[in-house]
């Protein structure tokens, strides 16, 4: 069989570039959804990844569940108390009070401990997290960084914090706070 091998390097210059306008299209899909999630969780109460995936498809964006799920892991959603819908989707850059977080989330504190620059939030469980974006959110100075499990919270804080500082920081996020440090 004969090639003609002036054609070859043509074909080849042809097969990557079809290859890059390919991955291209499937960027701007990705980043195309990403931003409609983040106008839809941003402007509505969404409580659930079927809600959100039928929202998608409301404005002509087709996606998995799986796909849904890696998006928000990337995007760094999470799910907090919210009086009316029970648990919705907020973005890390949303404020706490942008949607109402719930009043009663307080009643899910159990403690407030010190060690050393470390501080101790005990929750009833499965809230911990829910607990946390707000406080993540807020940017406390004082806090250099926290980890949330199932019902704990830990931060670590700056060398010097004082914890009177630290605790009219909380009691901003959560006013009805007060009333459990009083204790």
């Not at 406080?135 to 960084?145: M, Q, W």
Request: glycine share 4%.
């Amino acid at each position: 069989m004969w090639v003609n091998s002036a054609i070859i390097p043509y074909k080849v210059a042809l097969d990557v570039k079809a290859k890059k306008i390919n991955e291209t299209v499937k960027m701007n899909q990705k980043t195309h959804r990403l931003s409609v999630i983040r106008k839809i969780i941003r402007s509505e109460y969404i409580s659930s990844q079927e809600e959100l995936i039928a929202r998608l498809e409301e404005c002509g964006v087709t996606v998995t569940q799986s796909t849904l799920s890696r998006d928000l892991k990337f995007m760094n959603v999470a799910k907090v108390p919210n009086k009316e819908r029970g648990y919705i989707y907020v973005l890390p850059s949303m404020p706490h009070n942008e949607h109402a977080v719930s009043n009663n989330i307080v009643d899910n504190i159990t403690d407030i401990a010190f060690s050393g620059n470390m501080c101790v939030i005990t929750t009833k469980s499965g809230y911990a997290s829910a607990i946390s974006v707000p406080i993540d959110n807020k940017g406390i100075s004082e806090v250099l960084g926290s980890i949330a499990g199932d019902n704990t919270i830990l931060l670590i804080l700056r060398e010097g914090y004082r914890r009177d500082v630290l605790l009219e920081q909380l009691c901003e996020i959560f006013p009805s706070l007060s009333l459990i440090i009083a204790r």
